[in-house]
Nanobody
Framework: QVQLVESGGGLVQPGGSLRLSCVASGTIIRFADMAWYRQAPGKQREFVAHITDGYITNYTDSVKGRFSISRDNGKNTAYLQMNNLKPEDTAVYYC???????WGQGTQVTVST
């Protein structure tokens, strides 16, 4: 059974940083494209970043220069480093294996004073 488990969310002040982790089990992510999405209250889930199996990355415009996606295939884990966080980054963040049905349960990120 494939599972994705996110962690690392929390409450942070504007300008702060968090690193999210997504640990996969029941599958090997080495040959998979991984992505992070987020969903703010009252809004649709939106794409944040993705990383291919060849380590090519892509970001939505609003996080370029602030967020960095990475992966450690040896740990079967994907990461999202988030710097200079803004209140509008507040959302539940989800990881997924692209082109599959597999999603994590999400981790809450709240940016507030």
């Amino acid at each position: 059974q494939v599972q994705l488990v996110e962690s690392g969310g929390g409450l942070v002040q504007p300008g702060g940083s968090l690193r999210l982790s997504c640990v996969a089990s029941g599958t090997i992510i080495r040959f998979a494209d991984m992505a992070w999405y987020r969903q703010a209250p009252g809004k649709q889930r939106e794409f944040v970043a993705h990383i291919t199996d060849g380590y090519i990355t892509n970001y939505t415009d609003s996080v370029k220069g602030r967020f960095s996606i990475s992966r450690d295939n040896g740990k079967n884990t994907a990461y999202l480093q988030m710097n200079n966080l803004k209140p509008e980054d507040t959302a539940v963040y989800y990881c997924t294996i692209l082109r599959t049905k597999y999603w994590g349960q999400g981790t809450q990120v709240t940016v507030s004073t």
